[in-house]
């Protein structure tokens, strides 16, 4: 009658010890799939940060341009303007003269 009850009372511990370890490989899967999900979201992250760099780069590089560009004409009005001047001032002066 005793070994029954030692029988019995180590199969409850089996199973209680079964139990505990099946708890914890659930809760060891759970935490898989969330480390998972979290890793898939910071690569999704990181794709969406490098694509923005990408087109602040481009953007960049298209305000370079046209800074440039602009630089550009305005060299050449400026130039034009001046030549103009110079032109008007040496018709003034013949007019003068005569």
């Known amino acids: 009658m005793m070994s029954l009850g030692l029988d019995l009372l180590a199969g409850c511990a089996i199973g209680a ?7 914890h490989r ?5 935490e898989q799939r969330r ?4 890793r ?5 992250e ?9 087109q602040l ?3 960049q590089a298209e305000r370079t341009r046209l800074l440039a560009s602009h630089q550009h004409t305005l060299q ?8 103009s001047l110079i032109a008007k001032d040496q018709e003034y002066r013949a007019a003068i003269a005569n």
């Open 17 to 23: 010890l079964f139990a505990m370890l099946m708890m």
């Open 26 to 30: 659930r809760s060891r899967a759970a």
């Open 35 to 38: 480390e998972q999900y979290w």
């Open 40 to 44: 898939q979201q910071l690569k999704l």
């Open 46 to 54: 990181r794709e969406q940060n490098q694509a923005h760099i990408a």
């Open 57 to 59: 780069a481009a953007i």
């Open 76 to 83: 050449k009005l400026t130039e034009n303007h001046k030549q």
